[in-house]
């Protein structure tokens, strides 16, 4: 048995049946030219009979229960493929809505603590002709950001390639990787020097974030956000639903209106949300905050910031009912955040960010969410994702969609990749808290052609 990283433990930990605390992707493929009636079965079978399972995939807790054993990671010899992939037909008529009825199921069940904590589901019957993949892994296992990098890994930007690996396969592993994985003392000490220089030099650097709070009065701080029927306690059954957008149309807004990608993007969010709460007779006066995963690359003057990432809060713009007023409101809030990390070092933005979701410690603690103000009201993720068409086996990968945790106090999440040439949007919500979800699908477009009709673009 192999010792659980305190995060991992924390994952499970915090899991219960109105908490599951597994991320998930639901992909789509087109099969390819001339393929039979048998293609999607004969991938299936592809799977089920790999010679193979990698370690991370064998692995399960020392114990189902929440006890000491449960420090400890067991490592099964033999998988049971045939439950872990399953092969789905969707019923009649195989619309997207059918799917994604059928994903909002499979993402709420709990994943079984008795087996390694992931599984796997290749559904035929869309009336399409095109098949879905569908696949959790629990968090104490691998993040989404590794569990889509693994996903490209097995993929291939070659329509012609053929016999592509399983996801779950062995990886021939980097000697780095294979350090990490060990208890270093030595380079332990090395981290806590460098964060001892971080922490003293971290005194000016509060004091230069205090200043710009008062200097920027409207600037975003945690537990100012308003309280909305997003930030509620949560029961287990999860609404799941998903779509995709052209990538240059986002593109194209940003240019013209001297903005970023992301900032486009998270002024689609505002103006869906705001659709979404009026349409529930629950809009709140003030903005909506949402907390937004940022890479410190680009951020960090030293240049040190490697793939670290820390989180800001933004604010959506969700009062302003003009879509290029919002645009300005999301664009300023972002560069205030911006300006906050410059000049801070991975170590010491890292550490803002984890002041900014410090309170989602408190939300299992019954109460909490009900009596206290939200630190932010959604969180919304985009994350990289393949830059050029990909296949599996001559299929063509249409979209990847990514479906993320809801839990107390934050029952709606928004998760999106970038996939060739579109952006692809996986939206995840608590089912009770969160009626009609997937109204924001025609919200979000709404807010992207009034963006477009207001800047004169011809939406596509």
């Avoid at 997003?230 to 957008?245: E, H, K, L, T, Y």
């Avoid at 903005?259 to 993007?265: E, G, R, S």
């Avoid at 989180?311 to 300005?328: N, Q």
């Avoid at 009900?370 to 050029?388: D, E, L, Y």
Wanted: proline residues 8%; charged residues 20%.
């Amino acid at each position: 048995m192999g010792l659980m990283a305190p995060q991992d433990l924390m994952f499970l930990a915090i899991e219960s049946r109105e908490h599951p605390m597994h991320v998930g992707g639901l992909e789509l493929f087109t099969p390819p030219e001339g393929a039979g009636p048998g293609f999607i079965r004969e991938r299936y079978e592809q799977l089920i009979e790999s010679p193979e399972v990698g370690e991370k995939f064998r692995r399960r807790p020392g114990t189902p229960f929440n006890t000491p054993r449960n420090l400890l990671w067991a490592t099964d010899d033999e998988i049971d493929l045939d439950y872990h992939v399953q092969l789905t037909a969707l019923p009649q008529p195989g619309r997207i809505r059918e799917l994604f009825s059928a994903t909002s199921r499979w993402h709420s069940s709990l994943l079984d603590r008795h087996r390694p904590l992931w599984e796997m589901r290749i559904v035929e019957g869309l009336e399409d002709g095109r098949f879905a993949v569908y696949t959790k892994v629990h968090h104490a296992l691998i993040d989404g950001v590794t569990a889509l990098k693994t996903l490209q890994a097995v993929l291939s930007d070659d329509p012609e390639a053929r016999d592509c690996p399983a996801p779950f396969a062995p990886r021939q592993r980097r000697a780095l990787e294979g350090k990490r994985s060990r208890f270093n003392p030595v380079g332990l000490a090395k981290y806590g020097y460098g964060i001892a220089g971080d922490v003293a030099g971290g005194v000016p650097a509060a004091a230069r974030i205090g200043w710009q709070a008062i200097r920027e009065r409207d600037m975003v701080l945690p537990l100012r956000a308003p309280k909305t029927i997003f930030n509620v306690p949560i029961g287990g059954a999860r609404r799941f639903a998903a779509q995709s957008w052209s990538i240059a149309r986002i593109k194209a807004v940003g240019k013209a209106s001297g903005c970023t990608m992301n900032d486009v993007v998270l002024s689609m969010c505002g103006g869906a949300l705001r659709d979404y709460l009026i349409s529930q007779n629950a809009l709140p006066e003030d903005p909506l905050i949402a907390m937004v995963p940022v890479s410190l690359h680009s951020m960090v003057e030293d240049g040190n910031g490697g793939n670290a990432v820390t989180a800001v809060l933004t604010s959506l713009g969700t009062h302003r009912a003009d879509a290029l007023e919002r645009l300005e409101c999301v664009t300023n809030s972002m560069q205030q955040a911006k300006r906050m990390l410059t000049g801070l070092s991975p170590n010491q933005a890292m550490a803002v960010g984890a002041f900014m979701v410090s309170p989602l410690a408190l939300a299992p603690v019954p109460g909490f969410v009900s009596h206290t103000p939200p630190a932010f009201n959604i969180v919304i993720s985009n994350v990289p994702g393949p830059r050029k068409p990909l296949y599996w086996d001559g299929a063509r990968l249409d979209g990847i969609y990514p479906l993320s945790i809801a839990m107390d106090g934050l029952a709606l999440n928004i998760t999106l990749t970038s996939n060739a040439e579109t952006l692809d949007f996986g939206i995840v919500g608590c089912r009770k808290a969160v009626p009609h979800l997937q109204k924001l699908l025609t919200f979000l477009d709404d807010a992207l052609v009034s963006l477009e009709k207001q800047l004169g673009l011809e939406s596509a």
